[in-house]
């Protein structure tokens, strides 16, 4: 029993030195049908071992001596169970290696064997007899999944769940959820998908076994860079090859390695892809699994993205590739490296040879994945434009975008929703691109509204409640309080920080399987929005290229600016962040204040030149909506000496400040305060405040927790929370506040029933966000503005607590005499804009 033990725990070596040891005890015993089907039971079990170590080809020479063993025994019953053992075992080897259109035949003896004796002498039929039909039903829904067989594979499925059911085999109930959580990713049906994976996880946690789990897992992180969410694979594979090379599990790491290739290339890291997927695919080769070739297409594809001359080498090998892909039934990857092949003959202007092999790429199947079909419509694009024809290349990046939105529609979670632009980015480059080289400011609007900030336009849907994503929530703000205190204590908090890691990465897949994020708006309309800004103007920076440039809408008319050099200005926007940072203490000596202040005012004079002043002509004195793009979203804008005392609203999209300033307004006049641990001057600042709202709702002390925030922000009218605050750029959806009980998360605000109107975050860097391709914006002050709230007010950089509840006190006052948000913060920043360098968010 050791040796299964080992083989289920996937450690082949220990398992072989078993099987072998079990061998040479059965050559010992005296020969008799017993000894003999001993013989066969140990050797088609060496076998699968062995092909995980030594390839297919030691594997079936092991599987061809079990049916020799086989042969020899005169019950034919016996005979036939025994084959159709080894014919399972050699299947899963196949499939192990590559092989999935081959792995099905050798899975239909033991069904058929199985279910002839159920049919024949069903009072003869044990659960283990039962177990094996179900196990093999499972196997072979597997490998027709792998060759798009949907409904094959979800008839197997079927089956082998009732079966379980009937049987009560409770433990092949994970095999079943893991394998339907396959079909539905190789369809297409994401959303279903990952809560499939998510049902199979969470069953394999509690029951096990849990070496089952890292196969879950692994075609989990697949399903990530599905959607784009390339960096949490990354890290989720990170974690895991080191203890994978640890436990010498040789096809894992190799296909980990693959996949983290894959994460890489999505990230643009293509020396990292190149270096895994060439890892990759020495591996596989050696074991002899034909997966090597995914990862040769990997590195391929890395290799023509760095490549500054394609040579037909180039084009040559990507077509031998696809032939290899073909020839194995990977019709998916053989189409892709035909593209690719496609597409390194247009770089070189062998235009007609690059429509000829496009011209043999059918159309994508249902089943294709959206990663592939945007490669098709790149490629369309670029032989489009190379052919001079502008209007067809633009027509084929609006389809892709079209169809990637119709994917990211089915998603839950805003993680999800935003992760999904990556697929678009270089559809989406180039058409703007070809805009603004077509000096049509216009048509530049719409293609920023087409391309960027998708995540806000979405109206979110009635919530649905989700215990378990809660209970998950409040264990995480559990085990950042004993992190606290561990450090504190001058305690180990390795363990903890490992469990508070979990703890987040399960709140956030759980979010993932949540209900559809929400209805899509339609993006808006230039008339739509010259309408409701009357006398303010938009300003729309977009970066293509090397260069930046501003689409201005003021006063009826729409104008394209050209401001120069973009990495300059991102840069500026970089080092005025720092700087900003740096002047935040509240009682900084006054040497390091005129240092430190004389560098923040050098870098938004930069930042004025470059940006506004050129403008300057456009949008007079008019009061200004900013959609930033990139580090510009951190810029306070009142910092800017052209814009000191301006008030100036920064929206994601002029479609999300569309649907701010429309939305309906709060028919209640309730407001809330709260005050939260540690901070200095919080008590005076909430008296102020509420001298103000004679009527508001004070949480403060033990009464300040993230439950009870939660609740009273439910409906409110205005929120002013004061307290400290946490961006985190790699989890943005757990930046925080931190209350009595613990931090209260963005997670945490983006089911609300009824949002809060207005909201004013006194409290460091929660206007910060994670900036994803397609500039899709996410940190807490987004995830409320994603949300419903139609205003924020929160600074992009660290404030002192006093000065903080100065510039909070200034800004309460404007608000209740009447000052529209924009406005009182403008006032209010005016005074100190260095020190006060908080932003208006929303619709102002």
């Known amino acids: 029993m050791s040796g299964f033990r080992e083989q289920e725990n996937y450690r ?117 007899l039962v177990r094996r039909l179900a196990s093999s039903l499972i196997a072979r829904a597997f490998a027709n999944g792998a060759v798009r067989r949907r409904e094959a594979a979800i008839a197997d499925l079927e089956r082998a769940s009732a079966l379980s059911r009937e049987f009560q085999l409770d433990d092949l109930y994970s095999y079943t959820l893991h394998a339907l959580a396959n079909t539905y990713k190789q369809s297409g049906d994401l959303a279903e998908s990952l809560r499939r994976y998510e049902e199979a996880e969470r069953f394999l946690r509690a029951h096990g076994p849990t070496s089952l789990l890292v196969g879950v897992q692994f075609d989990r992180a697949e399903l990530m860079l599905m959607v784009g969410l390339s960096d949490e694979a990354g890290r989720h594979l990170d974690e895991a090859l080191p203890v994978m090379r640890k436990e010498k599990r040789h096809q894992d790491v190799a296909e980990v390695e693959m996949f983290r290739a894959s994460a890489a290339l999505l990230d643009y890291q293509l020396d990292l892809a190149r270096r895994m997927a060439k890892r990759s695919q020495r591996k596989l080769e050696k074991r002899g699994s034909t997966w090597w070739m995914m990862a040769a297409l990997i590195e391929l594809w890395a290799h023509a993205m760095q490549a500054k001359r394609v040579t037909n080498a180039l084009v040559q090998k990507a077509l031998t590739l696809s032939d290899q892909l073909a020839a194995n039934r990977l019709v998916d990857e053989a189409r892709l490296a035909k593209l690719l092949a496609a597409r390194l003959e247009v770089r070189r202007r062998r235009l007609a040879e690059g429509e000829e092999l496009l011209r043999q790429l059918p159309g994508p199947r249902a089943v294709t994945p959206i990663d592939h079909r945007m490669q098709r419509r790149l490629v369309l694009a670029e032989l489009a434009l190379a052919k001079g024809n502008r209007r067809s290349a633009l027509l084929h990046a609006r389809s892709g975008l079209d169809e990637l939105g119709k994917v990211r529609d089915q998603l839950g979670g805003l993680e999800l929703v935003s992760a999904t632009a990556v697929h678009g980015r270089e559809l989406g480059e180039l058409a703007i691109r070809l805009v603004q080289e077509s000096n049509d400011a216009r048509q530049l609007f719409v293609w920023l509204e087409r391309t960027r900030a998708q995540t806000y336009r979405y109206e979110p849907l009635e919530h649905v409640e989700n215990t378990e994503l809660a209970e998950r929530i409040v264990e995480v703000r559990g085990l950042g309080r004993d992190l606290m205190r561990a450090g504190l204590d001058g305690r180990s908090t390795s363990d903890l920080r490992n469990k508070l890691a979990k703890a987040q990465r399960e709140a956030n897949q759980l979010g993932w399987n949540a209900q559809r994020w929400g209805r899509p708006r339609p993006m808006a309309g230039l008339a739509e929005v010259i309408a409701e800004l009357g006398e303010r103007a938009m300003v729309s920076f977009v970066v293509s290229g090397d260069g930046i440039a501003a689409v201005v809408i003021a006063g009826g008319h729409v104008r ?59 949008i007079g004195e008019r009061e200004l909506v900013v959609v930033p793009t990139g580090t510009l979203y951190a810029v306070p804008w009142g910092v800017i000496p052209s814009l000191h005392g ?50 508001a ?34 989890n943005a959806l757990f930046s925080r506040l931190e209350l009595a009980d613990g931090p209260l998360f963005a997670h945490e605000l983006g089911r609300l029933r009824t949002p809060p109107a207005h909201v004013v975050l006194a409290a460091c860097s929660l206007a910060l966000n994670r900036i994803r391709p397609g500039d899709e914006a996410l940190g807490f002050a987004g995830a409320m503005l994603a949300g419903g709230t139609r205003t924020v007010v929160a600074a992009a950089s660290k404030v002192g607590d006093e000065v903080s509840a100065a510039a909070m006190a200034d800004y309460h006052r404007a608000l209740v005499a009447g000052a529209a948000p924009a406005v009182a913060l403008a006032e209010a920043m005016a005074k100190d804009p260095f020190r006060r360098p908080f932003l208006c968010l929303g619709s102002g």
Not at 590 to 598: E, F, M
Not at 655 to 672: E, F, G, I, M, Y
């Open 697 to 730: 709702m004070v949480l403060s002390g033990e009464d300040a927790t993230a439950a009870e925030v939660l609740a009273h922000l439910d409906g409110a009218d205005l929120v002013h929370v004061a307290a400290h605050g946490e961006h985190e750029n790699e």
């Open 12 to 128: 082949a070596p220990a398992a072989i030195r078993l099987f072998n040891r079990a061998l040479e005890h059965a050559d010992r015993a005296p020969d008799s049908p017993e000894r003999t089907e001993l013989r066969v039971r140990i050797l088609y079990n060496l076998g699968r071992s062995l092909g995980e170590t030594s390839g297919l080809k030691v594997a079936v020479a092991t599987f061809d001596e079990a049916r020799r063993g086989a042969a020899l025994l005169a019950d034919a019953k016996l005979r036939a169970l025994l084959n159709g053992c080894i014919d399972h075992s050699q299947g899963g080897v196949v499939m192990r290696l590559g092989q999935p259109e081959q792995a099905v035949q050798w899975f239909g003896p033991m069904i058929s064997f199985v279910e002839h004796e159920m049919k024949t002498a069903p009072d003869q039929v044990d659960s283990e």
């Open 560 to 618: 394209m600016v050209r401001l120069g050099d973009a990495t300059e200005a991102l840069e500026s926007a970089r080092k005025l962040h720092i700087d900003l940072n740096a002047l935040a203490p509240d009682h900084l000596p006054a040497p390091l204040v005129q240092v430190i202040g004389a560098s923040a005012r050098k870098q938004a004079d930069a930042l004025d030149a470059m940006l506004i002043k050129p403008l300057i002509h456009l």
């Open 646 to 695: 301006r008030p100036v609203v920064t929206a994601p999209s002029a479609t999300a400040w569309l649907a701010a300033a429309q939305s309906d307004k709060p028919r209640t006049d309730r407001v809330l305060l709260v005050r939260g641990p540690g901070l200095q001057f919080a008590d005076g600042e909430l008296d102020r405040l509420a001298a103000h709202h004679d009527k």
